[in-house]
């Protein structure tokens, strides 16, 4: 179902009692100012998900994890399996990030088999595409995004695909402070509900929620969250502060 999200993606940061500080943190600011349409969630390290869900459950939020195994259960030393993250209380988990891609090697042929693991356990994948600068710069992006998105998402019925949101995340935006316009942003989110439908028929496309995320901020999601198309954010560095992060959740 199509909904308003923002998601935190906290990435490798905060020690344990941070974490704490910045979830309750979160919480109370969330108490005093929030929209009631708009989904919170927390994506933690994974050892911070029992004590993050925790803390989520009470305050209507809920929390995610940044990876997991591609694999069921078994001798797969330092991986951490669907069923493991679901049993810690997060219903969330994104797939495919692009430091994933480029510094873990991951192919969407690895993604859709952990998106498929996903859902098999009941989490709900944010997966996530988009294009490096060159690739933009050669007039390459909706090629890329659109191969992404055949590559890891099409083996998945429309009903898996119905679970699933996917965030656009351009990796020239991550982390630099270089936001894709609004324009750019829509022009890409109403191409990947095109791709959708082609895939998963236009209905399903219409209900599918697709997240921007690339040094979206406390000042700029306003406009970012006012195209169409573009349903929410997935935040990283913007995160890490709850007065920021909660502004962000206050810009729809
Ligand atoms: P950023 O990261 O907001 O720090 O650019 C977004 C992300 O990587 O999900």
């Given at each position: 179902m199509r909904k308003k999200i923002v998601a935190g993606n906290w990435k490798m940061n905060k020690t344990f009692s941070e974490a704490e500080d910045l979830v309750f943190g979160i919480a109370d600011e969330l108490a005093s100012d929030r929209p009631e349409d708009v989904e919170v969630v927390i994506c933690p390290p994974a050892l911070y998900l029992e004590m993050t869900s925790d803390v989520a459950t009470e305050n209507n939020f809920s929390c995610g994890a940044q990876n997991i195994s591609e694999?069921?259960?078994?001798?797969?030393?330092?991986e951490i399996s669907a069923a493991m993250i679901a049993s810690a209380g997060a219903s969330y988990v994104i797939a495919g990030h692009s430091e994933r891609r480029s510094f873990y090697g991951e192919t969407d042929a690895l993604i859709a088999r952990k998106v498929k693991q996903a859902l098999k356990h009941g989490l709900i994948p944010i997966y996530c595409c988009g294009e490096v600068l060159e690739q933009r710069e050669r007039n390459l992006h909706f090629e890329v995004v659109g191969q992404q998105i055949t590559e890891a998402l099409s083996g998945l019925t429309a009903e898996e695909f119905s679970n699933v949101v996917i965030a656009y995340e351009p990796v020239w935006a991550i982390g630099t402070g270089q936001t894709a316009s609004p324009q750019q942003a829509q022009e890409m989110h109403a191409y990947i509900r095109e791709m959708a439908g082609k895939i998963f028929g236009k209905e399903a496309a219409a209900e599918t929620t697709i997240l921007y995320g690339g040094s979206c901020n406390a000042s700029n999601a306003r406009e970012l969250f006012a195209n169409p198309d573009v349903d929410g954010g997935l935040i990283g560095g913007a995160s890490l502060k709850a007065g920021d992060f909660v502004k962000i959740i206050n810009s729809f």
């Open positions: 694999h069921e259960a078994g001798a797969y030393t330092g």
